[in-house]
């Protein structure tokens, strides 16, 4: 089990510096966010090869990438290739989001139909495409993702929860059910932690109510009892680690930190 670092807080930076906080975080690995912006950019995939150098010299490897493709073109076919040349195996694809204007079922099939063209890629370039349970898409749980998966063959597509998104902001499925539905797929999670709490009240009467990020042994999220589940249950792949708060990057990273070290104790009580 590898617990990388996603590289969303460090957008802005140049890829040397955002190897070095990487491997100074002390991770063992990191998810490679692919996004305008941010130290690779879809527009020039060849960056892909050089980012993944550049984190293996820090001492990172870089078994993981995300992008926000959901249609299996030329520019998404040469995102793909530059992973798999660069040895990074998972890619999380982009969200099919739900319209609520439009059936359920149209939209379903037409995601299925993405997916047939991103299956063939995936067996060109020898990668693992992942789909993240995600709020407001056609996979924000395990029943829905599954309609996606139904059929297809785990070697190239991966299933990657997210319970602090999915079972604490979006609804409330149980993740031992998720990881049971997913379980041929299941091959990532997402690892963050956040909660609710109330708000004014309306002119209705109506109370509002708000979320937002917590520290992982502070939120709603179990993760005392996902983790143990995941280690007696022999999981290998990734716990992709994500920093949500809305704080400087300083202060953010200091609370990356304080995820991480309690993210290893949890590990290594249940290996006790």
């Given amino acids: 089990m590898d617990i990388a670092y996603f590289t969303k807080t460090l957008e802005g930076l140049p890829l040397d510096r955002a190897a070095k906080i990487t491997a100074g975080l002390g991770f063992d690995c990191a998810d490679l966010l692919i996004r305008d912006g941010h130290a690779v950019s879809p527009e020039r995939p060849e960056e892909i090869v050089k980012a993944a150098k550049l984190f293996a010299a820090a ?23 530059s992973c798999g040349e660069a040895g990074i ?15 359920w079922r149209a939209q379903l099939d037409e995601a299925r139909r993405d997916l047939d063209g991103f299956e063939r890629l995936a067996e060109r370039f020898g990668v693992r495409l992942a789909v993240q349970l995600h709020g407001g898409t056609l996979h924000s749980s395990g029943a829905l993702a599954a309609q996606l998966l139904a059929g297809r063959d785990p070697a190239w597509a991966g299933a990657y929860p997210d319970p602090a998104n999915q079972i604490i902001r979006e609804g409330s499925e149980d993740w031992r059910l998720t990881l049971d539905i997913l379980e041929p797929w299941f091959c990532c999670m997402g690892v963050k932690n956040c909660g609710w709490f109330p708000g004014a009240c309306g002119s209705d009467g109506q109370r509002a109510w708000h979320s937002d990020w917590y520290g992982l ?21 990734v716990l992709s680690v994500h920093s949500q708060y809305r704080l400087p990057r300083d202060q953010a990273l200091d609370k990356v930190r304080a995820d991480l070290a309690h993210l290893r104790r949890l590990v290594a009580a249940a290996k006790e």
């Fill in 59 to 81: 001492g990172v490897r870089t078994p993981m990438a995300t992008i926000d493709s959901t249609r299996p073109d030329d520019s998404t076919s040469r995102l793909l290739g």
């Fill in 89 to 103: 195996g998972l890619i999380r694809l982009g969200f099919w989001r739900y319209d609520p204007s439009r059936r």
């Fill in 217 to 237: 042994d502070e939120g709603m999220v179990p993760w005392n009892e996902i983790v143990p589940h995941l280690v007696t249950t022999g999981f290998a792949g």
